[in-house]
């Protein structure tokens, strides 16, 4: 016969029993202070309510009150509370639901060292929620529990169920292995965990189905940094704690396999599994608890500042429970697939939240205290969407993808079964923020519904099939009938054998008996008669009174009905409003949140923007300071240098003067002197001679104001200069040349040439008056300018010219003249020869204008 395979309770189509939800049930429970002295920031109020209040050190808030905050949950257990009565109200219903075939799921949360493992594992004595699970659905099932490998889990989260032959070979198979299991009932407890699982009350779920057969499977995983570990997965080594040797390095071992992550999959029903899992079949509360115990040790835990042995994964222990009926005989598994049932329930220890800067955590232990945190915070995002989308009516996606634990666990809140979480807190001051956070938590996750898991459907077969079956008894016997009965209860009959015929009393007997038979059937006619007819009469009286009584009550609930209709849809009426005043109030904080976030980010701006005006008005005051210092600096350059150029321009004009008054002097000489005396012409030397005590420049007069000269540049031998000389210079062939020291002939001035030199000389040629070439010396300094450049300042031009002395006009003389006759003669020229000579002189020098005189023709008009 083919293994039957069963299929997990499917979770509800949408639209079918929308209002059967439940709530997820959240319940606190506050461990005990390790210290009395320490200081506590949380107090149970009630059964219910728990008050937190900010420790010494926090009670200065923004707006400097004092608050205490107050937060609610189905039920709060104090310090005092022992293990059983927190199973009896949180774990028992959960139980009692996988035996009916009901999905289930049970967490603990809380931050580090809040006593999350104790609730769920418990101690030596005082074993947690964990084995007392196990104990109790071994005490409901355990004379119905299957033989082993009845059951036989697949690789796709479904269950096939053999025959009793098809599990005798199993058996017998698994027990030729080289390593054979010890049975159960030889089994030795190990003494870490035998009083744990030693529960001294026989608790049994009330409702246990006779006619079915059971079977326990387990499972153990961990969720270490976002990857799925098998703890169960037998390996030759540690792979949690690899051998390390003398060099500190790992061992390289051929035997050593490192743990291998698991994937997570879905269902053909939707429902998340674990892929490659081990599931273990278990027969006792002992051989579960001893493969727990076994995956424990394996379980990733190490040491901070906060916890000695703080949980650094997720743990997931599961227990499937697989159910099968009876067939009509009640001695084999039904062999129907559609019968099968496969529920779970999953026992979650969460590792704890943490701050980095309270455990000190670095290297490994950092990254797992960030992975931690990651998976909780994607615990709460996926909460937050579903009672968002619940409460509002939305449809966001749920990121259940974002972390391995959200995953694992979403058919829980997107189909059906029973939710419970326990939020562990530790009342010590130094945990308040820790806890504040754990408790807004908490109370948002009771506001999320999940579906309420549907009743499993009936099987169809007689009940009582193995009672029967044990008794022996034939299936189909029935008991004795009320007439059996009734007819055993009258006197018997005489017997009626004659054996001689002269018998008489055999039938005097007989007929005494039968006529007692007849009066007492009289009179149970009659009795029977009267009571027939007084229960007819209490018929018909009840039926009256029944009427009139239901007639009332009509009445009554119509009335009621009317009452609770309106009430309703008042009640629905305010409860949309409640929804839409909530919904409206999210917004309006959403709005507010959003407008302070703009808010903050434009007073960002404008404070940026204050500093950057005031940097640029600071920029632009110093700006101006340099630009007012450059005027001044430059007003007083210009200043000085229009004052030196008045006085050059004043002492020309000066020179000027006084040649034209010479020149006066010597044109009124001439005109007023006596024709007929011809003065003696006098030589060059004597007229040279005569001029030099009048070549003395007069003073200035009196009240001109003394012309400061600029300061010139000292002309040591350190100077280079630019000698510029265009390509259309023409040589001159003269025995003089201008030569300069230390310089670089250019064609062209270049900034690099300018700027190896101080000094600048251009020699600029052009074609005089009388036809013959001059030439201009040009020079000036060379200075930096602020930009980096260089710039030339002009300060002297001197003349060049070459003259013909045959261009000098004169009175010609006789042949041979006299001494006496040359020597007027030779002081004597035309007004025209004498007007005609020209000056030059450097700008600034002290010496009189006729210093250096040349005679040069004045060109005649023609």
């Excluded at 009582?464 to 008991?479: F, T």
């Excluded at 005027?631 to 000027?656: G, H, I, P």
């Excluded at 009196?702 to 002309?715: F, G, H, K, T, Y």
Aim: with cysteine.
């Amino acid at each position: 016969m083919k293994a039957a395979r069963a299929r997990t309770p499917r979770r509800p189509r949408k639209g079918t029993n929308p209002t059967q939800k439940d709530p997820v049930g959240v319940y606190c429970r506050v461990r005990p202070l390790s210290r009395a002295d320490q200081e506590c920031c949380i107090e149970v109020i009630s059964g219910t309510t728990v008050q937190i209040h900010p420790p010494e050190g926090y009670r200065v808030f923004r707006n400097g009150e004092y608050r205490e905050t107050q937060y609610s949950f189905k039920e709060v257990f104090g310090t005092l509370v022992v293990q059983k009565e927190l199973f009896d109200v949180v774990a028992k219903p959960l139980v009692e639901d996988l035996i009916r075939g009901k999905n289930g799921l049970l967490f603990t949360y809380g931050v580090t060292g809040s006593g999350k493992t104790h609730t769920m594992t418990g101690s030596p004595g005082d074993g947690g929620l964990l084995p007392r699970c196990l104990a109790m659905i071994f005490n409901s099932i355990g004379p119905f529990q299957a033989k082993r490998f009845v059951f036989k889990l697949d690789d796709k989260n479904g269950v096939d169920v053999q025959t009793e032959v098809e599990a005798l070979l199993e058996r017998q198979r698994r027990e030729a292995l080289p390593t054979p299991k010890t049975p159960a009932g030889k089994r030795q407890l190990d003494p870490e965990f035998a009083d744990m699982i030693d529960v001294q009350e026989q608790c049994r779920a009330e409702e246990v189905d006779e006619d079915n057969v059971y079977g326990v499977f387990v499972s153990y995983i961990e969720i270490y940094n976002n990857y799925i570990y098998d703890l169960l997965e037998e390996a030759p080594c540690d792979p949690i704690k690899p051998k390390w040797n003398n060099c500190n390095t790992p061992v390289r071992n051929g035997d050593f396999v490192p743990p291998q992550s698991k994937i997570l999959r879905e269902d053909q029903n939707h429902n998340m599994y674990v892929t490659g899992c081990t599931e273990v079949e278990v027969k006792s509360t002992e051989e579960a608890f001893e493969v727990f115990w076994r995956g424990q040790k394996k379980r990733r835990i190490a040491n901070t500042q906060l916890n000695r042995e703080s949980s650094r994964s997720h743990s997931v222990f599961i227990i499937k429970l697989a159910q099968a009926p009876l067939d009509a005989d009640g001695d084999n598994v039904l062999q129907e697939k559609e019968q099968i049932t496969l529920s779970q329930l999953s026992l979650v220890d969460l590792a704890g939240s943490e701050r980095t800067n309270r455990t000190k955590a670095e290297g490994n232990r950092l990254r797992e205290a960030g992975n931690i945190n990651q998976s909780l915070m994607t615990l709460r995002t996926c909460i937050e969407v579903l009672r968002e989308n619940q409460l509002y009516g939305t449809n966001k996606m749920v990121p259940y993808r974002d972390s391995k634990l959200t995953h694992l666990f979403k058919n829980y809140f997107d189909g059906e079964g029973k939710v419970r979480m326990i939020v562990c807190v530790n009342p010590k001051a130094e945990d308040y923020e820790e806890s504040l956070q754990v408790m807004r938590f908490a109370e948002m996750t009771q506001e999320v519904e999940v579906a309420r898991p549907l009743d499993r459907p009936l099987c169809g077969l007689t009940p009582g099939r193995r009672l029967r079956n044990q008794a022996g008894g034939p299936v189909g016997a029935e008991e004795p009938s009320a007439a059996e009965l009734f007819f055993q209860s009258f006197p018997p009959l005489p017997s009626c054998e004659l054996l001689d015929i002269n018998d008489d009393q055999t039938l005097p007997k007989l007929i005494e008996a039968l006529e007692q038979r007849h009066k007492m059937r009289q009179m149970l006619a009659e009795e029977f008669a009267k009571n027939v007819l007084a229960f007819k009469t209490m018929l018909q009286e009840f039926d009256s009174s029944v009427a009139s009584k239901e007639n009332y009550i009509q009445g009554k609930l119509a009335e009621k009905e009317k009452t609770i209709t309106g009430q309703r849809t008042e009640l629905e009426r305010l409860e949309k409003k409640i929804k839409t005043l909530e919904y409206k109030i999210e917004i309006l904080e959403k709005t507010a949140t959003i407008y302070e976030e703009d808010k903050r980010n434009l007073q960002q701006e404008l404070e940026s923007k204050s500093q950057k005006l005031q940097r640029q008005a600071s920029d632009k005051r110093r700006l101006e300071a340099r630009l007012q210092g450059m005027v001044a600096e430059t007003s007083l350059k210009w200043e000085k240098e229009c004052e030196r150029r008045v006085a050059a321009k004043q002492l020309e004009m000066q020179n000027k003067l006084w040649v034209k008054d010479e020149k006066l002097k010597q044109l009124k000489a001439i005109v007023t002197e006596p024709r007929a005396e011809r003065p003696e012409r006098p030589s060059r030397e004597r007229e040279r001679e005569k001029a030099l005590p009048r070549s003395v420049s007069p003073s200035p007069a009196p009240s001109a104001p003394a012309v400061p000269l600029r300061p010139r540049r000292s002309r040591s031998a350190g100077e280079r200069w630019v000698d510029h000389r265009p390509p259309s210079h023409v040589p001159t062939e003269t025995l003089l040349q201008p030569r300069v020291p230390r310089a670089i002939t250019v064609e062209a001035p270049s900034e690099r040439a300018l700027a190896r030199c101080d000094r600048y000389l251009l020699t600029h040629q052009e074609l005089a008056s009388d036809g013959e070439i001059q030439t201009k010396l040009i020079k000036g300094d060379v200075f930096k300018t602020r930009g980096g450049g260089q710039a030339v300042q002009f300060t002297d031009i001197e003349t060049l010219k070459q003259e013909s002395p045959t261009g000098r006009k004169r009175r010609s003389s006789p042949p041979n003249p006299d001494p006496a006759g040359d020597a007027v003669d030779s002081e004597w020229t035309d007004v025209e020869t004498r007007c005609s000579v020209a000056v030059e002189m450097r700008a600034g020098s002290a010496l009189g204008p006729g210093f250096q005189h040349h005679a040069q023709p004045k060109r005649r008009k023609p």
